[in-house]
């Protein structure tokens, strides 16, 4: 099967990426990969940390395939994954999650 991808847009405070990227390593990166997701690429947007207007950071997960994603997804109400998104609300302004799959343009 396919993999799966997850893209999470996380628009950051204004003066809190770095705060925000040190929580997101230490806190839910290990819950990610306890739930199978692997990190498969990070960027910022603008390229350099702002003092006085959000950045955008930009996150990019992979999951092995549909199985995995249920699973994966099965996890979801975990009281420590939604403690981390409560923490992490406090420092972002905004967040959108998709889920993807390798498609053809026919």
Known sequence: ??????LD????RAGELRNYQVRL???????ARE???TLAGQWITPPIELVDAPN????????????????MRSRSGDPELAA????????TLERERR???PGEIL
């Open 1 to 6: 099967m396919d993999q799966i991808y997850i």
């Open 9 to 12: 847009r996380i628009t950051v």
């Open 25 to 31: 390593r230490e806190r839910y990166l290990p819950l």
């Open 35 to 37: 739930r199978g997701m």
């Open 56 to 71: 955008e950071l930009v996150l990019l997960w992979s999951l092995p395939g549909t199985a995995e994603f249920w699973a």
């Open 99 to 101: 889920f993807m799959a």
């Open 84 to 91: 981390w998104w409560e923490e992490s609300d406090s420092l």
